[in-house]
């Protein structure tokens, strides 16, 4: 018998409907895929060398669990550079992934019956990391005239005795919204006065727009540094999702308890892909430049290419490389047998039907909505908007 723990969750949502898009690719169908959230681009060629040279020189041994000095070192001198924070090693661990990081963090943190509040919409592993570590995932409705941002005044509704940690992330996956300084003081402020970790989960970081520039919740003053857990990874920034390399910040104690905890189960992340990393985030930068820019032009035309068919709305994002376009009028309609009725039917009448994969809203805590992933080229964009804008005209 599985244990109750595993009976609690579900598959990612993105990662079920990109497994059945390949499927159907398997099976002859041309399918466009917007479902997935990884860069189109190559890793840099100077990080590929830099794994090359690990591997040839011998270094495929273990290493410390938490990461070599010298990717420590060069974690800490990008988040003093950029993002005005000082931490020394022993408030670093480097883990497989983000992804594992949040996942470290939420062992460390969250005890049964623990309540972590999370604005919808989320990433959809938040709730289930919550669940799997027998906390409580409480969901905190955001609105899009607040572009989908989490405010002071809707946590304060959510505070209970129980409350342990607020989840941030930003830029957001799936809006692609970020927060500016203000709200984020706000939201620091409420945190520390119901004594709050802050797990904040800053992966898009470097995908910004329109001359923005990322801050960290954590810089606010060292209070807020203190209860904040900052992830950060180089998947997103570097084209290199399939590398495995994440980290966390924070206080040394939450930090120590993250590095036992990925003792006991992967141990360190892998040697080859640290040596990588430390190239990654010392070496030259102009890469992640001129993926910005061109996720920017897909940015422009996607939006607008959205708001153009009938029935759909969709804000501009400012960072990642998402759309969440509004398509609310179109729920409720058919095409012969198939009723529309939400976002996962949507998503569903337009793989099946279009040949399109993307992710329903409802993945998210947000109905009406999906998640178009712009990390492809322009002409699959242009092909896949154009199958969905026909989709769309069939519903009646």
Known sequence: MLSERAKKIKPSATLSIDSKAKEMKASGVDVISFALGEPDFDTPDNIKEAAIKAIKSGFTKYTPVGGVPELKDAIINKLKTDNSLEYDRTEIVVSCGAKHSLYNAAQALYSPGDEVLIPAPYWVSYPDQVLLNDAVPVIVDCREEDLFMVTADSLKEKITKKTKAVILNYPSNPTGYTYDKKTLEGIAEVALKHNLFIVSDEIYEKLLYDGLTHISIASIDKEVKKKTIVINGLSKSHAMTGWRIGYAAGDKSVIKAMENIQSQSTSN????????????????????????????????????????????SCRRPQGAFYAFPNIKAHLGKSVGSRKVADSSDMAMYLLEDAAVALVPGGAFGMEGYIRISYATSMEVIKEGLNRIKKALKALS
């Open 269 to 312: 992340p892998t040697s080859i892909s640290q040596k990588a990393a430390i190239e990654a985030m010392t070496g030259q930068q102009e890469t992640v430049s001129i993926m910005v820019k061109e996720f920017d032009k897909r940015r422009e035309f996607i939006v607008k290419e959205l708001n153009e068919i009938p029935g759909v």
